[in-house]
């Protein structure tokens, strides 16, 4: 089992940055991918940025490139999702997912675990 907490979400206006973390705990060695997924109300689970903790190889959903950087710290377990220049669209509750990618990096169904998610708002 691997359990996943993420925080620093918040409120902040377009243009704005904020600094997403996820902690990971417990059977950390099962799980080599960590992906940032985002739902907002009434739509599906979308990938934002995915990473190989074995190599660092990252994946970007096309609407993030270039706004979006996702990097980790493995000597504390941590992966993290910076943000820049977010637009209001960009509002979600944004989750940390693990597992050993049985599938594409974007689709929620290739991974195991999940943490509770932290709410992002972007107003304009």
């Known amino acids: 089992q691997v359990q996943l907490v993420e925080s620093g979400g918040g409120s902040v206006q377009a243009g704005g940055s904020l600094r997403l973390s996820c902690a990971a705990s417990g059977a950390t060695y099962s799980s080599n991918y960590r992906g940032w997924f985002r739902q907002a109300p009434g739509k599906e689970r979308k990938g934002v940025a995915a990473?190989?903790?074995?190599?660092?190889?990252?994946y970007y959903a096309d609407s993030v490139k270039g706004r979006f950087t996702i990097s980790q710290d493995n000597a504390k377990n941590m992966v993290y999702l910076q943000m820049n220049s977010l637009k209001p669209e960009d509002t979600a509750m944004y989750y940390c997912?693990?597992?050993?990618?049985?599938?594409?990096?974007?689709?929620?169904?290739?991974?195991?675990?999940w943490g509770q998610g932290t709410q992002v708002t972007v107003s304009s």
């Open positions: 997912a693990a597992g050993r990618l049985g599938g594409r990096w974007e689709n929620p169904l290739a991974y195991d675990y």
């Open positions: 990473i190989y903790t074995g190599g660092g190889g990252t």
